[in-house]
């Protein structure tokens, strides 16, 4: 069965608003969480990675005051995309580490009118 | 910084054909080598992992190798199937993260 739960697995808002993606780890704890994302035809691209209870680590070109990601627990990890754009309409996937093997969730297709 | 290439960007094949799928990475301080297929609007499957010190991996239908020296690894797909079409991405483990860089992708179509 799958070992990551990510929802919503779509989603569209308004220009403005903000959301939310959770990605839990469901049988292991996962000490390291990486956040991706995938534009239409193209790869997937690392925004951040974050351990349990420490602030994210973004990478080049990706703003951490709009996209907040929350790694409170184990087994809980949050990616918000604040006051979103169209821009921001991508697919996002989350990738937790669990002991010397990495998992991915099925991923949110985020679409901002 | 590690940057990984896929060639080609899309293929299009006959059922029964076998193919090779290429991936070159430009830092040879690796991890692994693991190969995914990602289905329209989907997550990713992993298909194939390569360690740092193995040279290839093989699971039915597929293998896969890895030359850490050339930077270079193939997907050899055996008598391709229509299911098999999908975009299949190579990725390589790298940095203090072990984070996973991953390739532009080769979109596959196998024609019934």
């Known amino acids: 069965g799958a070992v990551v739960s990510q929802h919503p697995s779509r989603v569209i808002c308004k220009s403005g608003t903000s959301v939310k993606i959770e990605c839990r780890s469901l049988d292991f704890q996962a000490t390291t969480m990486f956040w991706y994302r995938q534009f239409p035809k193209q790869s997937l691209m690392l925004m951040a990675t974050s351990n349990e209870g420490s602030k994210a680590t973004y990478e080049q070109g990706v703003e951490k005051d709009k996209f907040l990601i929350n790694h409170a627990s184990l087994t809980l990890s949050t990616l918000t995309v604040t006051s979103a754009h169209p821009e921001d309409s991508s697919f996002y996937i989350c990738?937790?580490?669990?002991?010397?093997?990495?998992?991915f969730g099925s991923g949110t297709q985020l679409s901002v009118l | 910084k590690q940057e990984v290439t896929q060639i080609p960007a899309a293929l299009s094949v006959p059922e029964g054909e076998n193919l090779v799928l290429n991936c070159s990475f430009t830092d040879s301080a690796i991890y692994n080598l693991q190969w995914f297929r990602q289905d329209p609007g989907k997550g990713l499957t992993s298909l194939l992992l390569i360690q740092s010190s193995q040279r290839e991996q093989t699971s039915g239908r597929l293998n896969a190798s890895l030359d850490k020296s050339s930077g270079r690894s193939t997907l050899y797909i055996a008598a391709s199937q229509p299911g098999d079409s999908a975009t299949y991405l190579c990725?390589?483990?790298?940095?203090?993260?072990?984070?996973?860089?991953f390739g532009s992708g080769t979109q596959l179509t196998v024609l019934p």
């Open positions: 990725s390589i483990s790298s940095g203090s993260a072990r984070q996973l860089t």
């Open positions: 990738s937790p580490r669990g002991v010397e093997k990495l998992f």
